[in-house]
């Protein structure tokens, strides 16, 4: 079904995340995703773009492993494995993080505190169950010079998490919290909500800054202008649970311009190269 799938597909070298031909149904049997085939590497920044209701996050939460997406057809690799039947914490334990989508506030847990242990559950798993938590100093250590790399202020460190958080702090702590639990490839599921200049600014610029040869980022969002910002490497049009269009960051010029409307439902194929 649909436009026969173009070159990027097509490579020889195997991605560490490949999704195969990823169907995700809902629990009442309702299919979302109808059909995904998608390679992130590390060292590349990819952008999935598609219109609210168009099936992005229920992408993402099938990626993550979460329990109420159900995987009926096609696969989930990482690193050359099959994770497809992975529970959630095996996934983020080898290295596929998710940033959270609607953080909570969480009363008298500071953000240095939510981060440690976040970092030390991690590490329990990384070492089959073994209680090794991070030296307290070593920690702070790193933490401090994470947040001098990303350029967030010290004193965000000591407040409760999201407590009265502005959409740009809530980012911060994300980007932070990427940086510290150094995902091999983060996955960031970016709404609206929260997403003022200020906020696109952090995430873009902390997805930049951290994606390497040890990190990509598959950043999902339906809001245009975060493209400005985080220039991604390959973009990719979402509609209707299906992959509409690949291309590289002229595709998102294609967006701007014309909004999805230009990839309903014939994906413009022509308009490539
Ligand atoms: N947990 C859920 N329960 C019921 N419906 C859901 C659930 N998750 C997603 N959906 C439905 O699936 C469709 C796609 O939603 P979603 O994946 O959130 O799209 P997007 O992130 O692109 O806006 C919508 O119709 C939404 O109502
Ligand atoms: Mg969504």
Redesign the pocket.
């Known amino acids: 079904m649909g436009p026969p799938r173009p070159a990027f597909h097509e490579r020889e070298c195997v991605a560490l995340l490949e999704l195969k031909n990823l169907h995700v149904a ?3 049997g ?1 299919e ?1 995703v109808k059909g995904v085939d998608l390679s992130v590497d590390t060292g590349e920044i990819h952008a999935v773009m ?10 993402a939460y099938a990626l993550m492993g979460h329990p ?2 159900e995987i009926t057809e096609g696969q989930i690799f990482f690193d050359g494995d099959d994770v497809t039947e992975l529970e959630a914490d095996k996934r983020a334990q080898r290295g596929l993080f998710l940033a959270f989508q609607y953080p909570h506030a969480i009363p008298g847990v500071t953000v240095t505190s939510f981060l440690r242990s976040a970092i030390n559950a991690i590490r329990k798993a990384r070492s089959g169950g073994a209680d090794d938590p991070v030296p307290i100093p070593e920690f702070r250590k790193e933490m401090m010079a994470a947040m001098e790399r990303l350029k967030i202020p010290r004193e965000l460190a000591q407040r409760y998490l999201n407590d009265g958080f502005s959409g740009g702090e809530k980012k911060r702590v994300e980007i932070l919290q990427m940086a510290m639990l150094k995902p091999r490839i983060a996955v960031l ?1 970016e ?1 609206d909500s929260g997403l003022d200049i200020d906020a696109l600014r952090i995430v873009a610029g902390g997805v930049r800054d951290l994606v390497g040869p040890e990190m990509g980022a598959l950043v999902i969002t ?1 809001y245009q202008r975060i493209l400005s910002y985080i220039k991604p490497d390959f973009v990719h049009v ?1 509609v209707d649970g299906r992959v509409v269009a690949d291309g590289g960051p002229e595709l998102a010029h294609t967006l701007e311009a014309d909004g999805y409307e230009a990839f309903m439902p014939v994906p413009a194929v022509g308009s490539k190269e």
């Open positions: 809902l629990e009442d309702t979302i598609g219109p609210n209701g168009s099936g992005k996050s229920t992408l109420a997406y599921d709404t339906h979402f």
